[in-house]
């Protein structure tokens, strides 16, 4: 299967050292490929200190991702999963608070839920959270789509301010089911065509 990419990165660090001719590969992430997402989990929860802030996804989960008109990118290095993130149609619960803060039915149907972002820790440091967010926001727009959202724990600040400085706003907070308190973040999408309209 030939290899989706979305575009070339240059990196500067890997594990805190600066170097050079250091570069990655923003790809599509299929099927096929599920075995490195489930690599790169058990290398960042590993080295978490908060495990609560990320949920392991199986297999199932992330073919329902695609197949239900999602997507998953991530960054690759030598073939090497480094960073991964997805955005998918919102869940019951996503669609519960996306009612809360005043969204139409027909907004809900143009949204996309974004997350499980994680980057190895090995290769923190290069602005991977935001390459990640910002690719998926220009997908999102060549999908038609009119919003994203996003939850992140009240605590996790790097990520926070990364979405905040993309554009988001917090909308409400709320516990999920492991009782961590989130922020609900919500960006509408604006395409270059309605810029120049």
């Known amino acids: 299967m030939t290899k989706k ?17 250091l570069y990655g590969e923003l790809r599509y992430i299929t099927q096929n490929k599920f075995d490195d997402i489930i690599d790169l989990y058990n290398r960042v929860e590993s080295q ?4 609560n802030w990320l949920k392991f996804r199986d297999v199932f989960y992330l073919n329902d991702v695609l197949h239900n008109g999602g997507f998953i ?7 090497i999963l480094v960073a991964s993130a997805l955005c998918e149609e919102p869940s019951d619960s996503y669609t ?19 997350g499980y972002v994680m980057v190895d820790p090995m290769y923190r440091g290069n602005s991977l959270h935001r390459v990640l967010l910002e690719s998926r926001i220009d997908v999102s727009i060549e999908k038609d789509k009119k919003f994203i959202v996003t939850a992140i724990a009240v605590e996790n600040v790097y990520s926070l301010r990364t979405v905040l400085n993309l554009g988001f706003e917090v909308k409400m907070q709320q516990q999920n089911e492991l009782g961590t308190l989130r922020n609900i973040l919500v960006k509408e999408l604006i395409s270059d065509s309605a810029i120049t309209a």
Do not use: F, P, Q, V
């Open 96 to 114: 519960e608070c996306l009612h809360e803060i005043g969204m139409t039915l027909e907004d809900i149907k143009n949204t996309y839920a974004s």
């Open 73 to 79: 990118i991530g960054c690759y290095i030598d073939d």
């Open 48 to 51: 978490m200190d908060n495990k």
């Open 5 to 21: 990419i979305i575009k070339e990165i240059k990196l500067s660090k890997r594990n805190g050292i600066l170097c050079e001719n």
